[in-house]
């Protein structure tokens, strides 16, 4: 039984120990504009993203979080714009976020109704830039002046 219990121990350590992976999109519509989604627990717009799933990658989780938060289909994967590990990043865990820049289609539609209160496309003059979520100034700060950053 000391053995089991060890090995709980070990895999609750290892698994609250170590940063969550997350990906988030910049989703870029065939006019150019920048589709945000509103959040329900801060009221606060950001990008759409979340956790990266046991058994997925980086791309089935962009296009997973897209078409539940947007219902926007992903048509590419331009570019990695960065990733961001600071532990204070998000208030809410540790996470390390991936953020890519996609072209997408599709009609906006919001499939997670607990998370999300609305989804809305943006000039980038016209983008919300003061009421953003978590990091989500900065990564946008770093895409809109073309930065791949590692921070």
Not at 53 to 71: F, H, N, Y
């Amino acid at each position: 039984m000391p053995r089991i219990l060890s090995f709980i121990q070990t895999v609750l350590g290892i698994i609250f120990r170590h940063p969550i992976t997350g990906a988030s999109v910049i989703p870029i519509l065939p006019d150019g504009r920048i589709v945000l989604v509103k959040r329900r627990d801060d009221g606060k717009w950001g990008l759409p993203g979340g956790m990266v799933d046991w058994g997925q990658d980086i791309p089935t989780t962009v296009r997973r979080e897209l078409a539940e938060e947007t219902g926007l289909q992903l048509l590419k994967i331009r570019r990695l714009v960065g990733v961001y590990s600071a532990p204070n990043r998000d208030p809410r865990i540790h996470s390390i976020c991936v953020l890519v820049e996609a072209d997408v289609q599709g009609t906006m539609n919001i499939n997670d109704n607990l998370e999300i209160t609305e989804v809305k496309a943006f000039e980038r003059l016209d983008l919300p830039r003061n009421n953003l979520c978590h990091d989500h100034s900065r990564q946008l700060q770093d895409y809109l002046e073309g930065n791949t950053t590692v921070a």
